[in-house]
């Protein structure tokens, strides 16, 4: 499933970490479990278990994203806000895969460019939240903070953080990585058989014509590889995932940090790539401690009102050593602040000579409640901060190397807009998100279009 082609770099290995130095140090975002001893129990549990991924692996995206920070290839990162284990089934991992394989194959047609793709998937299931409690039946309980903490289920027990889903995220992420890795090792149909792609909803669109020939045109190049190259060497049959999740619940993730022999360092070896969110990101906290110690590659979520200096110096604290490919830096101002926030940064670290991938959220800053306080995004918003980005570092002469959705293969109802033009009214129809809207199938694959559009510029 994944190719290694590392390269020896200079490691930064800094000697008074550990994977636990974190819990002296103030942390946000996760409420103290009930029973430590219980906590400890889960935790040594975890820790003997084997990794879900490989360091190689960890080296290979490493150099895969140094080549997008040099502008030769281009990032698609996406999945829910939040994964939930009820939703660890057949048809919604092969939905994801489907839609963000399908999304890559227009990136490429469209942009004659590699496309690197990393899932939100395998591990996502700890969340921030903007407040610590809500109020149910009276009642003050916690607020849900993801599947790797409590339960959605509004009571004040189910809501209580409970270490046994430590353990059982882990069996989980295992149980979705090992169906992915099936699935783009041998055969997954719907690769070979573009003609299978739903493109009905765009034929109302302005650009169907564009879009059928575009689909036309990637359904004879895979018939023509699969002529060429029969059973040996189909590099469209071999695709490539990597995972990525929030490091936001760090029981979790230091359990699974490991040294691997004959490497350097410490691999956090839950998943390829792991970020920083945008609330946990101070410098004299707890998630930058623990991330400063590890191999893989950090995304890091930058939003409005952040301070320059701060900013620049935690990059340094992540990679002191400028590793390429070590930082992808995830830019989620909302589409009236992006042009505020965005070209200061980039002149800043092009000042510096920081080498980093720059990725565009363009979701996190553009939700909205509606009148019937429904969380949403509205796909125009998604679109214009996307595009606002793209120019933005046109201008400063700096290279957009990537895009992070939320998004699933699913016929969710959670955004409004795109191509059938879904509005707040049909919102209830489907919407089953278990933190924020993310964008429907049918809205993925128009925004990979308009997304390559932008890019070709
Ligand atoms: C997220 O990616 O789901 C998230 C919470 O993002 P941010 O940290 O950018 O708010
Ligand atoms: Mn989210």
């Given at each position: 499933m994944f190719s290694d082609k590392s390269v020896a770099t200079e490691v930064a290995n800094p000697k008074d970490w550990s994977p636990t130095s974190w819990k002296d140090f103030p942390i946000k975002q996760l409420p103290p479990y009930p029973d430590e001893e219980e906590l400890q129990k889960a935790y040594e549990e975890l820790r003997k278990n084997p990794p879900l991924i490989t360091s190689w692996e960890v080296e290979a995206l490493k150099n895969k994203l140094a080549n997008v920070a040099a502008g030769r290839s281009f990032l698609l990162q996406g999945g829910d806000c939040a994964e939930s284990f009820a939703g660890c089934k057949s048809p919604k991992i092969v939905n994801l895969l489907k839609v963000l394989l399908q999304m890559s194959f227009i990136l490429i047609h469209e942009m004659e460019t590699p496309i690197v793709r990393i899932g939100r998937i395998a591990g996502q299931y700890a969340k921030p939240r903007s407040n610590d409690f809500e109020i149910v039946d009276g009642e003050k309980i916690h607020n849900y903070r993801g599947d790797l903490i409590n339960s959605i289920n509004p009571t004040r027990e189910d809501r209580m953080p409970d270490p046994q889903r430590l353990l059982k995220g882990y069996e989980k992420a295992a149980l979705t990585l090992n169906f992915l890795r099936g699935l783009a090792d041998e055969g997954f149909a719907d690769l070979h058989h573009p003609e299978y792609w739903e493109l009905d909803f765009m034929r109302e669109n302005k650009y169907y014509k564009e879009y059928e020939e575009m689909v036309n045109s990637i359904q004879k190049a895979v018939s023509f590889m699969e002529t060429i190259t029969p059973n040996q060497f189909n590099t469209v049959q071999k695709v490539n995932l990597y995972t990525s999740h929030e490091a936001l619940n760090l029981h979790y993730d230091s359990a699974q940090t490991r040294q691997v022999p004959r490497r350097e360092g410490w691999y956090n070896l839950s998943a390829h790539m792991v970020w920083l969110g945008n609330r946990t990101r101070n410098i004299d906290e707890a998630h930058v401690e623990y991330l400063r110690g590890i191999r893989n590659p950090i995304g890091i979520k930058i939003g409005p009102n952040y301070d320059i200096d701060e900013t620049l110096n935690l990059i340094n604290k992540l990679n002191p050593v400028h590793e390429q490919g070590k930082i992808v830096l995830i830019t989620r101002f909302g589409k009236d602040e992006v042009e505020k926030g965005l070209p200061d940064l980039i002149q800043r670290i092009k000042h510096e000579g920081m080498p980093v991938v720059w990725s565009c959220d363009p979701m996190h800053g553009n939700t909205f409640a509606t009148d019937d306080d429904i969380k949403t995004r509205n796909f125009d918003d998604i679109l214009s901060e996307m595009r606002k980005t793209f120019a933005i570092h046109r201008d400063q002469g700096s290279y957009l190397g990537g895009v992070h959705l939320e998004l699933t293969?699913?016929?969710?109802?959670?955004?409004v807009g795109g191509a059938k033009g879904l509005h707040e009214g049909e919102l209830h129809h489907n919407y089953e998100t278990y933190c924020d809207p993310r964008l429907n199938y049918e809205q993925s694959l128009e925004m990979a279009f308009l997304v390559a559009k932008e890019w070709k510029k």
């Open positions: 293969g699913d016929n969710v109802t959670e955004c």
